[in-house]
């Protein structure tokens, strides 16, 4: 069975610092496209920052690029989103995802919320100005 449980998620002033955790088990991370998604209230879901272990690539959001850094750890299993310099429009509930198809099978690196195989159960982000 394929989990993957969030944690990390809390309240931080604006300009501060989280970093979310990704417990992965059923899953090799080599063998997945992994990726970081967010939904504020009354917004959809977007892609903030999608990874492949396999070949290094990596998608950022126009929104974080400079500011998050999606990264695994293969041997615990665990994919991080270190989130610097949080603005309040962060504010939202984060999830990691796992995509079955790898860049290389797909042609691109894929961080669509529509496209995912499994998704985690989701911490709360909350950024105050």
């Known amino acids: 069975e394929v989990q993957l449980v969030e944690s990390g998620g809390g309240l931080v002033q604006t300009g501060g610092s989280l970093r979310l955790s990704c417990a992965v088990s059923g899953l090799s991370l080599n063998d997945y496209a992994i990726g970081w998604f967010r939904q504020a209230p009354g917004k959809e879901r977007e892609g903030v920052a999608c990874l492949s272990s396999r070949d290094g690539s990596n998608y950022y959001h126009d929104s974080v690029k400079g500011r998050f850094t999606i990264s695994t750890d293969i041997v615990k299993y665990t994919v991080y989103l270190q989130m610097n310099n949080l603005k309040p429009e962060d504010t939202a509930d984060y999830y990691c995802?796992?995509?079955?198809?790898?860049?290389?099978?797909?042609?691109?690196?894929?961080?669509?919320?529509?496209?995912?195989?499994?998704w985690g159960q989701g911490t709360q982000v909350t950024v105050s100005s």
């Open positions: 995802a796992a995509d079955r198809y790898l860049p290389i099978q797909r042609g691109y690196l894929n961080c669509d919320t529509g496209l995912q195989d499994y």
